[in-house]
């Protein structure tokens, strides 16, 4: 069985598009919404593609109509573009949003996964880095061969005492300085760490075409064309780092 894992598409529609990857099962570990401004159709593919899925901080905020507010950082842009996320959803995506578990446990390929966003003792917003000794401790009493994670926007995967630990990054919205969408796709027990091109200047022409100010766009544009804020640097050109895939295997013992 061939699991395409994804998290935190988080509206950036021509990001999810641009996912070309043969799958027989799909996994989402929750974020569908905010930063982006095209949450009704990531939301729709999710609903028709995600065999199954978990909710995030962003899609609790955004079913519960949290709002938020910042003055800086990426809780500014959360704060701007949740009215607009809110506003563009039918009450059926916003329901779908609202009845996504928190937690989900999944007996997959003769192994047990466990979904979840952030980490098992904080469903929806702990930090999860990847570091073994920090998992070691939220796995203590965790049932499960293979724990899916979100949240922190870096792809990685870990072997901790046995069990798989996977992040597979951020769809829409990556924070690890390569502006390139990832993903995860588990096979045979191994896992693959994948990174992808889309149109980056699609999705800003969408914010460009907002009513958001011109300070927030200018943000957003930032970290969607450079992976991050606050240390904008563009890829070179034909680099390596620029190739369509690039991929870490890390395999799970039968």
């Given at each position: 069985?061939?699991?395409?894992?994804?998290?935190?598409?988080?509206?950036?529609?021509?990001?999810?598009?641009?996912?070309?990857?043969?799958?027989?099962?799909?996994?989402?570990?929750?974020?569908a919404?905010d930063?982006?401004?095209?949450?009704g159709?990531?939301?729709?593919w999710?609903?028709?593609?995600?065999?199954?899925?978990?909710?995030?901080?962003?899609?609790?905020?955004v079913?519960?109509?949290?709002?938020?507010?910042?003055?800086?950082?990426?809780?500014h842009?959360?704060?701007?573009?949740?009215?607009?996320?809110?506003?563009?959803l039918?009450?059926?995506?916003?329901?779908?949003?609202?009845?996504?578990?928190?937690?989900?446990?999944?007996?997959?390929?003769?192994k047990?996964?466990?979904?979840?966003?952030?980490?098992?003792?904080?469903?929806?917003?702990?930090?999860?880095?990847?570091?073994?000794?920090?998992?070691?401790?939220?796995?203590?009493?965790?049932?499960?061969?293979?724990?899916?994670?979100?949240?922190?926007?870096?792809?990685?995967?870990?072997?901790?005492?046995?069990?798989?630990?996977?992040?597979?990054?951020?769809?829409?919205?990556?924070?690890?300085?390569?502006?390139?969408?990832?993903?995860?796709v588990?096979?045979?027990?191994?896992?693959?760490?994948?990174?992808?091109?889309?149109?980056?200047?699609?999705?800003?022409?969408?914010?460009e075409?907002?009513?958001?100010?011109?300070?927030s766009?200018?943000?957003?544009?930032?970290?969607?064309?450079?992976?991050?804020?606050?240390?904008?640097?563009?890829?070179?050109?034909?680099?390596?780092?620029?190739?369509?895939?690039?991929?870490?295997?890390?395999?799970?013992?039968?």
């Open positions: 069985m061939r699991i395409l894992i994804l998290s935190d598409v988080h509206a950036n529609w021509p990001a999810l598009q641009a996912i070309d990857e043969p799958h027989d099962l799909c996994l989402f570990l929750g974020d919404v930063y982006g401004l095209e949450p159709p990531c939301i729709d999710l609903i028709h593609h995600a065999h199954y899925g978990v909710r995030g901080n962003h899609d609790h905020g079913a519960q109509c949290v709002k938020i507010e910042g003055r800086s950082g990426y809780k842009l959360t704060g701007v573009t949740r009215p607009i996320n809110r506003a563009r039918t009450p059926c995506q916003r329901r779908y949003l609202a009845d996504l578990p928190i937690t989900r446990y999944l007996s997959l390929a003769n047990t996964f466990l979904l979840v966003h952030a980490t098992p003792r904080d469903p929806l917003d702990e930090y999860g880095p990847g570091e073994v000794e920090f998992w070691r401790r939220r796995l203590d009493s965790i049932q499960a061969d293979v724990v899916c994670v979100g949240h922190t926007h870096h792809p990685f995967c870990l072997q901790v005492d046995g069990r798989l630990v996977i992040n597979p990054g951020s769809v829409g919205l990556p924070r690890d300085g390569d502006p390139r969408g990832s993903y995860a588990y096979e045979d027990g191994e896992v693959t760490l994948k990174r992808f091109d889309y149109p980056i200047e699609q999705t800003i022409a969408r914010i075409q907002s009513d958001l100010p011109s300070r766009q200018q943000l957003l544009a930032d970290a969607f064309r450079f992976g991050q804020l606050h240390q904008p640097r563009l890829l070179p050109v034909g680099s390596a780092a620029t190739s369509v895939t690039s991929a870490t295997n890390i395999g799970l013992g039968e």
